[in-house]
């Protein structure tokens, strides 16, 4: 019989009955070392080596059992593992923004080429059959396409600011657009609203308001914007006054402040023409002389500039004559007339009745503070009334007047230099108490 064990028990047997037969060693004198010794080891000793895992070779001859060789791992670092996943947070976060940035990116730069790709194309046209409402755009002579288009989005007409154009150059149509004011409707199609704006029916007369008082370049902007003209057009038309029989450097002052109704298709020079004539009309029904035109025109227009009101026009027209009678010269000088000096500095749309200290010292052929008599020619155009009061004047002895309240126009008249600085005084208090009322 063999003496091979036939099973692990008999194994394990043998192996408990051949330990028990082996003599064991007596006892060693030397001492064993006590707990504080093992702490305080000396560095010299060599720190004992961990024990050896036992095997699975030592189950089977007896020298561990399962409780040892299958004790349980060590429970994992809770505070280790919560530090790994915050780190794992915080480079998803960093990847999923930077993700979305350069999403944002691209989409901000290809935004248009991504749409055409996947047929996300914001529409550029409204709806046929959604049009409703009134709107009115102005074609001025030299528009074109872009600039119709232009128009055309920013009246309502149309939903894009190339709508317009993107239709005509997509269904390759030449059009010819007219200058004139037409009446269409919100949110049309474009292919509707080229079509209204080549029916005659829904083109308007242009209609212009010129009040009195403006200088020529408004006045030509005025014209431009309801006229149907271009600007370029008009000052171009404006450039030769002798064009119009007027012996002036300058057509200032003969622009006449009316309301007029431009019919389409008439041009910038046919426009100041009539205004012209208007202005002659006016001009010869108060008497003026042929060759005193622009020299009534000159005093009519600062008439216009410094009336506060129709009634006075008159009496401001006899001190304007007082200050340039001869014989009042040794006492008063010059005309010394704010309007003349604010003209010629450029302040005349400043906004204030008040002429500031470089205006009023600059010496320019309109500032009557440094220049003797009239200035050099008109200042605005002037209407009817003053033009009237320009050969018609108040009688009466007043070298000076002053508004003392720009609210109701209150303005004082008087002969004295004493008695004009008491009423200065008061327009300054009155000023001070109304700090933006146009002082």
Known sequence: MSDTPSSRREAREAAERERASTP????????TPSASAAIFRTPAEPAPAPAARPSLD??????????VLGAPPPPPDKRRRRKGGWIALAIVVVLVGGVAAGGLWVWNTYEDKIRAVLGWEEPTEFEAG???????????SGDAGPQVSQKMFDAGVTRTANSLYSYMIDNNIAFTFQPGTYKLQQEMTSAAALEALGDPAN???GRVVLPEGLTVDVSLQRIADGGGVSLDDLTAAV?????YGVSASSLEGWLFPATYTIEPGTSATAIIQMMVDRTIQSLD?????????ERILTIASIIQREARYEADMQKVSRVILNRLDPSNQETFGLLQMDSTAQYGYGELRAGSVSTSEQAQYDDNPWNT????GLPVGPISNPGDVAIDAAMHPADGPWLYFVTVNLDTGETVFTTTYAEHQKYVKQFQQWCSEHPDSGC
């Open 239 to 243: 450039a030769d006054p002798s064009a």
């Open 24 to 31: 064991q060693p007596a006892p060693s004198a030397q001492p």
């Open 285 to 293: 029904a108060a008497g003026v002389p042929a060759d005193q035109r």
């Open 58 to 67: 030592d189950l089977f001859t007896g020298e561990a059992t399962t409780d």
């Open 130 to 140: 959604q049009a409703h409402g009134e709107a009115t755009i102005t074609v001025v």
């Open 203 to 205: 083109r308007m007369e």
């Open 369 to 372: 503070y440094v220049r003797p």
